[in-house]
């Protein structure tokens, strides 16, 4: 989402070429690569890698190189070598603070650390999402140097997030629009703090119903939880609606619009743009106060901040989860019983983001990092690999995205 927005206001002035995971695009100046059929069984870490070396050899061309996340980091640091451009990245994440993705790569994990850690510290530029994100990354990479590591925060739409109402869409997935309601939107993973969720809702009133748009689980074994946690809420209440699909754009803002409040009950969130969803479609934010959640949701203002004293082993578990599980129905609990200041906060939300996250100035700051590394007014940037593809070699399409 942050790369396709991004992009989009980018290109307004910027010539911007995208590379990318996935089946072709009909985007004009966007490619798509295939994980080379040598490396269709492999780990997903070789995969990965087999990806990004093509997309390496087809920047050729660019003044600059952008990368996002472990995946195309590797493309953008060989990149960097190869054609002798600087490489800026964006850090959405840290492997080093997702220790549980070894459950999901095996040694792979290794492999994508290692990846990360080679392209943060030769990078040109790192761009961190938030505060709470630059300092992780200097925290976990002591090496680069903190000149090098700017703050851009992520954006939003707000012509295309804003309140829908749509009662087709309600009444599909079971959703009582009249009912006070949760509304919980993330994949089935770790970071996202689902479990610890599903425990705090035992304790909300019977009549509130808890909406999770969750689904694309890292693990087996984190699927098996949820579910557990899910079929013990579903025994002692009604209301528990479980959304496993990835809903289209114009869906999620209805599921979202008919709530009271939204929640990201998150041990890791750099900055969390599923909170600036749900601001932009003026719901009040209950969010963990880790990470770079605090930058978004202002505390009383446009939602509730929920205290958490976290482990520093990199996996951030709460070392006191079952007072993390109470704050964080307790703070639930306040926004859902006074309707009128949910309301309000939701109000305040949505002019925050108006004022602090849209694109165009995400844009600005990041075309300004780029200006710092190729100085001029002709800069092409690639959010992936840049460049134009050479004439002799169009790029196979990929199965991932």
Request: hydrophobic residues 45%; glycine residues 8%; contains cysteine.
């Amino acid at each position: 989402m942050h790369v396709a927005e991004l992009v989009a206001a980018l290109r307004r002035d910027v010539d911007v070429v995208v590379r990318c995971f996935g089946l072709p695009r009909d985007e004009p100046h966007t490619y798509a690569y295939l994980v080379p059929p040598q490396l269709t069984s492999a780990n997903p870490s070789l995969a990965t890698l087999g990806v990004d070396l093509q997309m390496a050899e087809d920047v050729v061309g660019a003044d600059l190189v952008h990368s996002h996340t472990w995946y195309a980091n590797a493309a953008g640091h060989l990149a960097k070598l190869l054609h002798g451009i600087p490489h800026v990245v964006t850090a959405h994440s840290l492997e080093p603070l997702r220790p549980w993705k070894a459950e999901q790569l095996g040694g792979g994990y290794r492999i994508s650390s290692w990846i990360e850690k080679t392209a943060f510290e030769a990078a040109d530029a790192v761009i961190a999402v938030s505060a709470g994100m630059r300092a992780d990354i200097l925290r976990c990479y002591p090496d680069i140097d903190p000149a090098r590591v700017h703050v851009v925060h992520n954006g939003i739409d707000l012509e295309r997030w804003t309140r829908v109402q749509d009662d087709a869409v309600l009444e599909r997935f079971g959703i009582d629009p009249s009912a006070r309601g949760v509304v919980f939107v993330g994949r089935i993973t770790r970071q996202k703090g689902l479990p610890y969720l599903l425990a705090a809702a035992r304790e909300l009133d019977p009549d509130v119903q808890l909406i999770l748009c969750a689904g694309a689980p890292d693990t087996p074994e984190i699927m098996a939880e949820v579910q557990a946690g899910v079929k013990v809420l579903q025994s002692e209440r009604e209301g528990v609606i479980w959304i496993d699909e990835m809903l289209p754009q114009h869906e999620l803002a209805a599921v979202l619009s008919a709530g009271t409040v939204f929640v990201c009950p998150s041990i890791y969130e750099p900055l969390g743009i599923v909170n600036l969803e749900a601001m932009a479609c003026g719901l009040p934010v209950v969010g963990t106060a880790t990470g770079g959640i605090p930058e978004v949701v202002a505390d009383g203002l446009t939602g509730r901040l929920v205290p958490i004293r976290q482990s520093d082993d990199g996996t951030g578990t709460p070392l006191e989860p079952e007072r993390f599980i109470a704050d964080l129905a307790a703070a639930l609990s306040e926004v859902l019983a006074d309707p009128e200041t949910a309301r309000l906060m939701g109000e305040a939300g949505r002019l925050r983001a108006e004022a602090e996250f849209s694109w165009a100035s995400i844009a600005e700051r990041t075309r300004a990092v780029y200006e710092s590394l190729v100085p001029g007014d002709e800069t092409s940037g690639d959010e992936t690999a840049g460049g134009d593809v050479p004439a002799e070699r169009e790029p196979d399409t990929a199965d991932d995205d």
